[in-house]
Nanobody, 121 residues
Framework: QVQLVESGGRLVQAGGSLRLSCAAS?????IAWFRQVPGKERDFVAA????????YYADSVKGRFTISRENAKNAVYLQMNGLKPEDTAVYYC?????????????????WGQGTQVTVSS
């Protein structure tokens, strides 16, 4: 059983930085970050393979966000730089055995409870 717990979300000014953490117990699965605003679907943000050798990003965050993991600590991180008001959302981490570039929320088996990120203009 994989358990995921996100942390690190808070209010930040536009242009600022934030690092989200996902504590991932269980097997070394591929991990992805998604985000969701009220009334909209959960959107893919970034993903990393179980071993950390492969990463994937949404075009909207490429060059600003970096996903990484420390398997010894069962942790996956999302470093977010150059934040914009449109990055405001609840951010979720999700897991599945292999990533292979999968970007749909329905592809993922396990989810955390989410952490709120608010970017003020």
């Amino acid at each position: 059983q994989v358990q995921l717990v996100e942390s690190g979300g808070r209010l930040v000014q536009a242009g600022g930085s934030l690092r989200l953490s996902c504590a991932a117990s269980g097997l070394t699965y591929g991990i992805a970050w998604f985000r969701q605003v009220p009334g909209k679907e959960r959107d893919f943000v970034a993903a990393i393979s179980g071993g950390g050798s492969s990463t994937y990003y949404a075009d909207s965050v490429k060059g600003r966000f970096t996903i990484s993991r420390e398997n010894a600590k069962n942790a996956v991180y999302l470093q977010m730089n150059g934040l914009k008001p449109e990055d405001t959302a609840v951010y979720y981490c999700a897991a599945r055995p292999t990533i292979r570039g999968m970007r749909s929320a329905s592809d993922y088996d396990y989810w955390g409870q989410g952490t709120q990120v608010t970017v003020s203009s």
